[in-house]
């Protein structure tokens, strides 16, 4: 069925070291694509998205980009920070565009 | 700014009791979700409305039960608690889905012992 794959953490890295998530889907169809971020204690935000083959989709230096023929939406940033210690859940929407599946989402630590 | 405010933060029940979570948004969202956050499992959508007055069954519905009286309110409701049911309760809306931006509250911590 529909579903969102996204490497299991936890994620360790030392400050500006650098950062890829894997994130991989399977749909029928288009789907958008989107990154959330849940920093300790909060609700999820949205990080960045693409909603069609070949979008880039960037925020906070990181960058993500939608690969059709390998059904990919990796997550990377160049030079990662303590502050970007957080859970991040890929997802992507349904055909019907009123629903979204979440990955089990990625910790990353990032120490000093 | 309120956003998307969830009450109560928290809440421990025993085994069978009700309860009833609240969501309220005052961005004039159409559409609004309630999801669960279970370790290893991510999130998983309980139910959603897309407009007042209307509700429909999510991934993982069994023992819960919405309601959307109103465009701003969403309720989580469980009949009779049970231990499987302990979890992070995040409610979220949207104001045009297609856009992918949901905005999340900052859930509800439930322990059914």
Redesign the interface.
Known sequence: GDSVTQMEGPVTLSEEAFLTINCTYTATGYP?L?W?VQYP??????LL?A?KADDKGSNKGFEATYRKETTSFHLEKGSVQVSDSAVY?CAR?TNT????Y????TSLTVIP | NAGVTQTPKFRVLKTGQSMTLLCAQDMNHEYMYWYRQDPGMGLRLIHYSVGEGTTAKGEVPDGYNVSRLKKQNFLLGLESAAPSQTSVYFCASSFVIATGELFFGEGSRLTVL
């Open positions: 958008s989107f959330y204690g909060e609700g999820l935000q949205l998205k909603t859940f929407d565009g009123n629903q979204f979440f990955g089990t989402g």
